[in-house]
């Protein structure tokens, strides 16, 4: 009986040892062809196949290059040996203005600025012959002597020449040397306040409600000293005759005295290049 059972348990312990290898290759997993899983690399491959090219670029052309004008004027150089008013217009010229006829009346400097009145105030000729810091020759001195509340309530102004023939929104260019001065203190200003004034061109043609446009606009400091200023306007109405427009300088608020020469001005069509030209010369 013993012996038996002790070949029975050899029997099965040989057995155990040839199943063992067989038990063991059933449980491995076959290896990979590389280093992921195939569930892993197909996504790649899927990803790969689905993935949108990167798109290209269109070809752009450069936008062409354009060079503008220079908008740069030389400095203007004055020919002293021509009189005051040709000076004034090749200066204008320079600057691009063209096809101007004078607009103030008088044959010279002295007679043109004689033509000017001083309203609410007074004025006297002043001698300008031994300044040699001025190119004109005919000037006045020009004076409030009493407080002015509005600025229009005192001025100096000169009607247009006659029968000159004018359209709406032509130009009206010129020039005026101005120095100025308070005489005394009044209840309005300090005697070191800076003296005012005030350009327009005026027409009873819309009950002197136009300023003309002008410029420089509004109110502008004379200084101590000679200060050349040229002016633009236009003609805003259709005007019947042109000396029915006034050219003035205010020069209300306060007490005050200028000294003023040089007047003379011009009108020009209004062509595109007239007006960049106005543009360039006083703006």
């Known amino acids: 009986m013993k012996k038996s059972f002790k070949l029975k348990l050899t029997a099965l312990f040989l057995c155990a040892l040839m199943l063992a290898p067989m038990v063991l290759a059933c449980g491995e997993k076959p290896a990979s062809a590389g280093s992921g899983s195939a569930t892993e690399a197909a996504g790649t491959v899927a990803e790969e196949v689905t993935a949108p090219p990167e798109p290209t670029p269109e070809p752009t052309t450069p936008e062409p290059t354009t060079t503008e004008a220079p908008t740069t004027t030389e400095p203007f150089i004055p020919d002293l040996s021509l009189p005051y008013w040709e000076q004034i217009l090749s200066e204008l010229t320079h600057y691009g203005l063209t096809g101007g006829t004078k607009i103030l009346g008088g044959e010279d400097e002295a007679e043109l600025m004689k033509k000017f009145g001083m309203g609410n105030g007074k004025k006297e000729v002043l001698d300008v012959s031994e300044d040699s810091s001025v190119p004109f020759s005919a000037a006045y001195k020009v004076w409030t002597t009493k407080d002015m509340t509005n600025f ?97 300088m205010f020069m209300g608020y306060g007490i005050q005295e200028f000294e003023i020469g040089g007047i003379i001005a011009y009108l020009y069509p209004s062509t595109p290049d007239n007006e960049k030209a106005a543009i360039k010369l006083v703006w």
């Open 152 to 248: 229009w309530d005192a001025n100096y102004s000169c009607s247009l020449a006659k029968d000159i023939e004018t359209q709406q929104d032509d130009l009206i260019v010129g020039v005026v040397w101005i120095k100025g001065r308070r005489t005394e203190e009044s209840d309005m200003f300090m005697a070191d306040d800076e003296p005012q004034y005030y350009l327009a061109i005026k027409t009873p043609t819309d009950n002197w409600a136009t300023e003309g446009d002008m410029s420089p606009s509004g109110i502008q400091y004379a200084k101590g000293e000679w200060e050349k200023v040229f002016f633009c306007g236009r003609v805003m109405n259709e005007e019947e005759k042109s000396s029915t427009m006034n050219f003035n």
